[in-house]
Every structure is written in structure tokens, then in C-alpha cells.
């Protein structure tokens, strides 16, 4: 498989790529280089040394902006290829150090354009990196921008062209690569010509609109709301926010298995008491109240509950649904096994050893101490920004670790909790959904009505002086050159074939070789055969070569054709002396003005004219404009036939003349 076939980024349809989840890859111009493309050996350390120095600059530039975000699923973080090579990049992107990343968005799509938000920003702080980005459909930011693209540019001629530098989508040209470029080749090239390769503005445009609202919007998709939880739901959402995450999908994903823990609520409402009841203040995305909200689940049997006439109902229910959430979620995860490694010193050790970080140095040397600090290093300063990371994948030791510290429901009595954020968006999002739609509409009305303008421009560039605008100028002649070609056409089971294009090659064939064939099969040998003298496949083929026959049998058929053809003409003649068919055809060199004189019968007019060529060309047309003049405007098969063609007649205006 070629790399370019291999490497396909834009259709996932025979892959199986995590459902909902947006990827990325950083390239830093380092990394493009000839010397990384022969893959020296010598280069791994000092590379290695340069992404993790990019790597930790990258997450504490973004950083103030993640700080207080809650994902859905994922937190936005980084990997370096050469301690964790990507495993759902294109197979080129491994050749070539770079940074990458994977995050589950789920049904919460802000998390998606906020990474995109997130990419454009690092782009604009470090302007020497190439980044890509594409999700489970393919290249989405080229979907968000369809009705601005180039008319080449498609799934199949995407792959290896689209990159964010600078702050700005960059596509590389068809024009300087025809086919699929090397992901290496791609990248030396936006390196090098980067006004070359900058999207048109109406693109950068369609982008920008969809994060021009970030990050303030990032701030405006997170929701406030007043909950009635177990103290120690409380406890743990107070040291990890986070991990309210985890209750939403472990409410939202329930199923039979999981709910029966949730029926016990062994490890955090064990007592069933409402005194273990405390009211909270808790910040989820509207993603995750919405799926609170919106789906009926009945409390568990002994879950304290206040009357629904209660002010706090609400809350109280909200509650339970977040803590039923946690129960799931933990006593799954315990049971499954399905705790991560995390990313622990011993195991980030083990995956450098394994990518060859240490590049064959023996332990204790001089330079393996220094990788060693250096890797040290970095890990606690990358730790920081993983905290996050780690608690999501491994939360049964978390909330173990939390809850193993004493506390006391009294900790969370008194306080002073802020009202709950106004949720009438759930509710009334119909004028920003017909805002968008709306939005859309004129977009693709703008993008139909400029379609229109250039297929007729092009219609009327292509059809010229046969448009009914320019009547004096239409040339007759098209009809029969027209018909010309497309008499000279070779036709198939499927049809003919019609002559749109007139400069269309005429097709290749062996004129001498189809009419031997065709000789064969109307003057077949009669040569006697008994039953057993041959199979099948000796006589089909002996049908089909001519070279068999005595030269003398061949003389003697065409003889005998010769006498026939001639005696069916002198009676084809002499029939026709007796009609007046002869006067219907136009004679070469004929006057149009001529007069047609004579018997009423035509008799003697054949032999005056026998000897007169007739002007084939000129009847041919002659009967088409009958035929188009009798159709009176409306469709029939003149105007079909000179459509199919490419051939526009104007209409007659001097037929009721």
C-alpha cells in the first residue's frame, strides 16, 4: 500500500477510530528536516530534549484558559511521539517527531471547537508549528467552511493538505501537487510558502465565526446549580470538581448491571439516612445538566427524598441523580478491573526505555544520568498539567484517597451558597437554533445563486453564436456536423454514445478485421461435417477466422455479392421512377429558388437527376428545422435529439408569416 493510500486522515469509514472523539498533531519545523527524514539515530535525545521543552510551553500557554473547564469525558492534554507514539495517527506521521493528542467529546460538541480554539491560539503563539486536526467524520473544519471551498478539493484530494499555521487554515495547492503528497512533503512545503498555502479569506472566515466566541464561550457553556448530595459526594466534589464528569456518564450510560449498585448505594449513602443529606453548590457544562435534567429516573428504594411540593425538590432530585451516578461509575470500575496505570514515574521510565530515549547508554554512564535528570524533570513539570488526566482515569483511588480522610457533615452546613444559574436555555433554545439554521440558509442560498450565475455564464460561453440572443449568427451547419459525429460513434448494449464534446477522438477500429467478421458470419463455409468430427469450441472459433477459406471461395462470394447488390439497385431504381421521391431531396448546386415543374407524377424527373449528387448535408438539416418548426416550442424528438448534442435552435418566428 502506498503511503499516500495509507495515510488517509480525511474518510474513516473502513477504520475504527473512537465514535465522538476529536485528534490532533503538532509538527514543529525542527522536526522537518532531511536529516530527521533519513532518521539518524544520533538525532533521538536531542529531539526528544526539544519536544518536551515545546510540550511544557504549549500546556502553560493554554493553561489559563483550561484551568476551570469541565470536560465531558476528556481533559485537553498533549503526548510526545517519542515517549508515546500515536496510535490512531497516519502511519507517516510516526516517521516524523511531533506532539499529539485524542480527546472523547461525547455529546457535548463545545469541547470539540474548543480544542479547535485551543489549536488556532498555539498557533498563533508559536508560529513555527503545522498542526492537524480531524475528528471520526474526517476533516471537520473543511465541512464547517463547504460552501467556500475550491471546487478540487474533496475528501479523496484532501489527505496531507490541510494544516493551521499562524493563526490561519493553510491548503495546499493541487496546482503544485496533483496527487496525494507525502505527509513530509506537505509539511516542507506550508514551511517554506506559507502566503502560497493560506486558505482563501471566505474560509478563514467560516472558521473564525464558529470560535470567534471563545474563550468567552467556553466560560458561558459552564452551569451553576444548587444540588442536595450525600456528604461524601460533597467532600469529593469539593477537593475534585472534576469528577462530576464521571457521575454524569455513569447516570447517563446506566444500564441493568449498573443500576443495581445504584439501588445500595453501598460506599456513599450506606445508612439511607437524610442526615448525610448536604446541599452544595456544584459547576458542570450544560451538556451534563441537560442529561440530567431531561431523563425521569426513580430514587432508589430508601433514598431520602423530600415531598414534591418542597422548594428544594429539585435540587434534592438533581442530587440523587449525580450521586446514583458516582455509585455506578465507582463500583463498575472496582468491579471490572478498570482502573488505569496513570502515568506514574515507573511507567512514564518504562516508555521511554521502550522508544529508545536512552539510545543503547549503559546505566550509570555520565550520559544516562543526564537523560535521567533532564526526564525527571519533566516529569514533575508535565505532571501538573496531567493532575487532571490522572484522576479521570484512575477515580476509584482517588475517591478512595478522599474519602479515606476524615470529615463531617457539619463542614458543609452554614455556608453560603450562590443561586443557581438561570437554565431557561434549556428551554427556550428555539431562537438560537432558527438563528442558526437561518444563518445557514443564506449561506447556502448564496452559494446556489453564485452556482447558477456561472453555469449560465459558462452555458452561454459554450453554446455562442447558436443561443437563441444571437439568431442571425446560428450556424446551420452544427446540425450536420453534429449528426456527423455522432453517426461515426461507436454504440453498445448501453447505448450510443453522444458527441457532447466536439473535439472527442474519434474511436480506434479495425475497419478490415469487423468486416471479415461480418463476412463470416453472412456467407458462413458450407463445408459438411458428421456428427463427432468436431466439438463446440473448434467450430465457434472456426466461424471467426477467415483465413481457412480457399481464395477461391472467397472470389466467388464476393462475385455473387457484386450480382446481387447490382440487381437489387436497378430495382430499387426502377421503383422509384414511378413515385415522386425523388423531387423531395435537394440536389447539389440546386438554386433555392428553382421551381419544380413537370408531371404531377414525377415520372422522367429521376432520369434528369439520376446523375445529380444529392446535397446530403443540407436535406439532413432541412428536415431537422421541419421537424423542430412542427413541434410548435414544446418538446419532442428534434429538440431532444439537438439537445443531447449540445445544439440550442431559436425559435420560428416567421412560421405564421
Known sequence: MSEANSSSIFCHKNSRLPEDTVFFSIFPDFAVSADLKSQNPKTTPLISSQLQSLHLQILHSISSYTTNYIWQHEPFTISTSTESPCAICPPPSNHIPHLHGKVRFGDNLEDEWFIVFLLFETSL???????????????????????????????????????????????????????????????????????????????????????????????????????????????????????ISLAVEGFYDRDIDSMKYAANMERFLPNKSSDEIVEVSVMMSRAMYAQLMQQTFQAPKGYPMPPRSDGGYIAAELGMKIACGFEMIYQMKKQN?????????????????????????????????????????????????????????????????????????????????????????????????????????????????????????????????????????????????????????????????????????????????????????????TVAHTEGDFDVDEDLSSDMDLDDFEDSDIEEDQDKQTDFMSSYSDALTH???????????????????????????????????????????????????????????????????????????????????
Open 125 to 243: 503563539k508559536f508560529p513555527n508549528l503545522s498542526i492537524h486536526v480531524w475528528d471520526t467524520d474526517g476533516e471537520f473544519l473543511l465541512i464547517e467552511a463547504a460552501f467556500h471551498l475550491p471546487k478540487w478539493l474533496n475528501p479523496e484530494t484532501s489527505t496531507n493538505r490541510i494544516f493551521i499555521r499562524g493563526g490561519n487554515l493553510h491548503i495546499i495547492p493541487k496546482n503544485h501537487f496533483p496527487s496525494v503528497p507525502s505527509l513530509f512533503d506537505s509539511l516542507s512545503y506550508v514551511l517554506t510558502n506559507e502566503e502560497k498555502t493560506k486558505a482563501p479569506s471566505s474560509v478563514q472566515l467560516a472558521i473564525k465565526n464558529r470560535i470567534g466566541d471563545y474563550p468567552d464561550r467556553a466560560v458561558k457553556n459552564m452551569h451553576r446549580v444548587r444540588v442536595r448530595v450525600p456528604a461524601s459526594v460533597a467532600q469529593i466534589l469539593k477537593h475534585e470538581p472534576c469528577l
Open 337 to 525: 478491573g478498570l482502573e488505569g496505570k496513570g502515568s506514574t514515574w515507573e511507567v512514564y521510565k518504562e516508555s521511554l526505555e521502550k522508544n529508545g530515549y536512552y539510545d543503547g547508554l549503559l546505566p550509570g554512564s555520565k550520559d544516562y544520568k543526564r537523560l535521567m535528570e533532564n526526564a525527571q524533570d519533566y516529569y514533575r513539570k508535565s505532571s501538573l498539567h496531567y493532575r487532571e488526566s490522572e484522576i479521570l482515569s484512575a477515580p476509584v483511588r482517588r475517591i478512595d484517597d478522599i474519602l479515606s480522610q476524615p470529615f463531617s457533615v457539619d463542614e458543609f452546613k452554614g455556608q453560603e451558597i450562590p443561586p443557581s444559574d438561570d437554565d431557561s436555555w434549556l428551554y427556550n433554545g428555539e431562537d438560537e437554533l432558527t438563528a442558526a439554521l437561518s444563518e445557514r440558509q443564506q449561506e447556502m442560498e448564496h452559494y446556489n445563486m453564485n452556482y447558477e450565475k456561472n453555469s449560465k455564464s459558462k452555458k452561454q460561453e459554450d453554446v455562442g453564436p447558436s443561443s437563441s440572443s444571437n439568431v442571425d449568427g446560428y450556424d446551420l451547419g452544427d446540425i450536420a456536423k453534429s449528426m456527423q459525429e455522432f453517426i461515426d460513434k461507436m454504440s453498445s448494449f448501453e447505448g450510443a454514445e453522444v458527441p457532447v464534446d466536439r473535439n472527442s477522438k474519434a474511436v480506434d477500429i479495425d475497419v478490415e478485421r469487423f468486416m471479415k467478421e461480418i463476412e463470416s458470419v453472412m456467407n458462413p463455409p
Open 575 to 657: 421503383e422509384l421512377k414511378s413515385t415522386t421521391l425523388g423531387k423531395s431531396f435537394v440536389r447539389a448546386n440546386e438554386p433555392p429558388e428553382k421551381k419544380k415543374e413537370g408531371p404531377s407524377d414525377g415520372s422522367g424527373d429521376l432520369d434528369n437527376d439520376e446523375f445529380t449528387p444529392v446535397d446530403v448535408d443540407l436535406n439532413l438539416v432541412k428536415s431537422f428545422l421541419g421537424s423542430f418548426s412542427s413541434q410548435e416550442g414544446l418538446p419532442g424528438p428534434a429538440s431532444n435529439l439537438l439537445g443531447l448534442m449540445g445544439l440550442q435552435l431559436p425559435q420560428d418566428g416567421k412560421k405564421d408569416e
